[in-house]
């Protein structure tokens, strides 16, 4: 099972909008709509952001959203914050009771 | 205190076995699955396996990296899951996480412990 594909590094100023992609195949992302998205300091555990695509737990930002188009899904994070800067994990179920993660985004705040 | 702590990381040659162990508190533990997930220092997570639940017969799944190697158990009197991992490879260090996919349709893991280290080397 391979890795899904996210971008290496996306950044942005404070305020702006950002979106991360997280590509993968009919065989995953495509083919469920399990995918969640997890924020991680360096050296932490990482963090539950957005899951089931588009649902976003209690306690989250709403200026953190997700979404998906074909065997693409995406987190948007609105009104950039300093706080914000972090790395990013996407993670989709991929049958057979497995599951598989992105390579991770560096998000920076510029 | 929602929480998973994991334990039982160290250094270990190649070829030889480990276990770790997730003890969880403040969540109703028989409930949910378990999964352990790792990460290898500078990369990205990876999924290593998943034991369900009692009512769904503690169904275990591993990724292919693992298979055969590495075996998920549960001990559900005493709130804690765990990880044996046999003849270990050098691409085997990370840091070992275990994390909770709560019962129902979601498909998440909500709760994450603050991981262990796993060195394997010579």
């Known amino acids: 099972q391979s890795a899904l594909t996210q971008p290496a590094s996306v950044s942005g100023s404070p305020g702006q909008s950002i979106t991360i992609s997280c590509t993968g195949t009919?065989?995953?992302?495509?083919?469920?709509?399990?995918v969640s998205w997890y924020q991680q300091y360096p050296g932490k555990a990482p963090k539950l952001m957005i899951y089931d695509v588009s649902k976003r737990p209690s306690g989250v930002s709403n200026r953190f959203s997700g979404s998906k188009s074909g065997n693409t899904a995406s987190l948007t994070i609105s009104g950039l914050q300093a706080e914000d800067e972090a790395d990013y994990y996407c993670c989709s179920y991929a049958g057979s009771s497995t599951w598989v993660f992105g390579g991770g985004t560096k998000v920076t705040v510029l | 205190e929602v929480q998973l702590v994991e334990s039982g990381g160290g250094l270990v040659q190649p070829g030889g076995s480990l276990k770790l162990s997730c003890a969880a508190s403040g969540f109703t533990f028989s409930g949910s699955a378990m999964h352990w997930v790792r990460q290898a220092s500078g990369k990205g997570l990876e999924w290593v396996g998943r034991i369900r639940s009692r009512a769904n017969s503690y169904a275990t799944a591993y990724a292919a990296s693992v298979k055969g190697r590495f075996t998920i158990s549960r001990d559900d009197s005493k709130n804690m899951a765990s990880l044996q991992m046999n003849s270990l490879k050098i691409e085997d260090t990370a840091v070992y996480y275990c994390?909770?996919?709560?019962?129902?349709?979601?498909?998440?893991?909500?709760?994450w412990g603050q991981g262990t280290m796993v060195t394997v080397s010579s």
């Open positions: 009919s065989s995953d992302v495509g083919g469920y709509n399990y």
């Open positions: 994390t909770r996919q709560p019962p129902g349709d979601s498909d998440v893991f909500d709760i």
